[in-house]
C-alpha cells in the first residue's frame, strides 16, 4: 500500500484507548488471559501476541500526553476509541502526503522518550492513526 510515495512497512501497533482503565484491565488481562509488562501510568503492553508487532491498553490521559502535551482530551477533538500505528518508510514525508490530502495532524514528527517517532491525527472512523518509525521494532526485520 503506497500514498504518494509512502512506503507502509508494517503495523507496528494496535490498541483500545482506555477511559476506565480497571474495566479494561478486566476483559484484556483478567477474562482474555493476555499478559502484559506495565509501564509508569498504567500502560499494559506485550510484543507477545502473533500477528501485532505491540498491542497496548493505552490509558486516555497518556494518549492526550502525547498528542497535546496535557493529560486531558481537550473537548474540541473527538476522544478516540483505538489507536492504530503504521510503520512507513519516512515519517516526514508520509506526514506531508497526508496534510497535502487534507488530513490535519494532532502531532507532527514528535520524537517520543522510547526513541519512536511520530505524527498522529483522527482518521475517519475516529481512530488515533500514528505514522512512525520505531527503532526497536525494526530491529527484528
Not at 497496548?56 to 476509541?81: E, H, I, K, R
Not at 502531532?107 to 488515533?128: C, H
Request: proline letters at 6%; glycine letters at 10%.
Amino acid at each position: 500500500m503506497a500514498v504518494m510515495g509512502t512506503q507502509v512497512l508494517f503495523i507496528s501497533g494496535f490498541g483500545p484507548i482506555d477511559p476506565d482503565s480497571a474495566e479494561s484491565r478486566a476483559l484484556y488481562r483478567d477474562s482474555l488471559g493476555i499478559s502484559f509488562m506495565e509501564d509508569a501510568g498504567g500502560y499494559l503492553h506485550t510484543g507477545a501476541l502473533k500477528g501485532a508487532k505491540h498491542f497496548a491498553l493505552w490509558p486516555l490521559s497518556q494518549a492526550a500526553q502525547s498528542c497535546f502535551g496535557s493529560v486531558s482530551w481537550p473537548d474540541s477533538v473527538p476522544v478516540p476509541q483505538a489507536w492504530l500505528e503504521f510503520e512507513v518508510d519516512n515519517v516526514e514525508k508520509a506526514t506531508e502526503d497526508l496534510e497535502s490530502r487534507g488530513y490535519q495532524m494532532l502531532i507532527k514528527n514528535k520524537t517520543e522518550p522510547w526513541g519512536q517517532t511520530v505524527s498522529r491525527f483522527l482518521s475517519p472512523e475516529g481512530l488515533l492513526v500514528g505514522l512512525t518509525l520505531t527503532p526497536a521494532l525494526r530491529e527484528d526485520d
